[in-house]
């Protein structure tokens, strides 16, 4: 099964995938708040490291003797990695984006029964785009990292949604089993903004404080486990389909 053995090549090679994980974690997390939108963009190349390693861990561990923090930010590479990354961010983002937008000009003219049915309508249509996008562009991390791709001629974004043809309910299924985390963690980290702001305003927590602060209590083993796990589980799969783009 390929979640576990995404997991065990993970462990295997824990010690060497780590520290480029660790690493491009902090410097997003510094340059983000030093600069919101522009550093973010900048750094985006910086997860094509990520993928780098993890490929190497698949399919040539011996090589695993460095940090490959320069992959992602090499001159020749370095404008289409941001380019690239940056619209496969755009892309998924959008029509969230947009459902964001109709629903809060919409929540003006309606009642409050009415706006929760008009939240559940947007998460319904605008969120399955954004799950589908996602999907067609899982690859393109990955595509940039391969050497064997030559990014100069072939788009990742396009290529990214070929491999995947086929394989999209495997993608989906794999994804699936991170689902239950992910609602954990979200829901913990929106019910804390929700406590803080209603506190802020003199109001009372309207969500007991053990459960808005659990994502707090379950971030490092999403730092640690879950979120290099759930990329380690996309370059296995990456590994099994990259022969279509030599097609």
Not at 27 to 54: E, R, Y
Not at 118 to 131: A, E, G, Q, R, T
Not at 159 to 183: D, E, N, Q, T
Not at 197 to 205: A, D, I
């Amino acid at each position: 099964m390929r979640i576990i053995r995404a997991f065990k090549t993970l462990i295997q090679y824990y010690k060497n995938i780590m520290p480029v994980f660790l690493i491009v974690l902090i410097l997003t997390m510094i340059l983000s708040n030093i600069l919101p939108l522009f550093g973010m963009i900048l750094l985006l190349p910086l997860k094509i490291s990520v993928a780098f390693v993890m490929l190497i861990a698949l399919t040539k561990p011996n090589r695993l003797t460095y940090i490959p923090l320069h992959i992602g930010l090499r001159r020749t590479y370095y404008i289409n990695n941001v380019f690239y990354m940056t619209i496969q961010q755009i892309l998924y983002l959008t029509p969230a984006f947009i459902g964001a937008i109709i629903g809060a000009y919409i929540y003006r003219f309606i009642e409050l029964e009415s706006q929760r049915a008009i939240i559940v309508m947007n998460l319904i249509i605008f969120s399955i785009p954004s799950i589908v996008i996602s999907l067609m562009l899982a690859m393109v991390p990955f595509l940039l990292a391969d050497p064997k791709f030559d990014q100069r001629k072939k788009n990742p974004l396009r290529y990214s949604a070929f491999i995947l043809k086929g394989s999209y309910i495997k993608l989906v299924f794999m994804r699936l089993f991170f689902v239950p985390w992910l609602l954990w963690f979200s829901s913990g980290f929106i019910a804390t903004l929700l406590t803080l702001y209603t506190t802020t305003f003199g109001g009372e927590p309207i969500i007991p404080t053990w459960i808005s602060l659990s994502w707090v209590l379950s971030l490092p083993l999403k730092v640690f486990l879950i979120d290099p796990w759930y990329q380690m589980m996309h370059a296995d799969l990456y590994v099994s389909l990259r022969y279509k783009f030599s097609q």
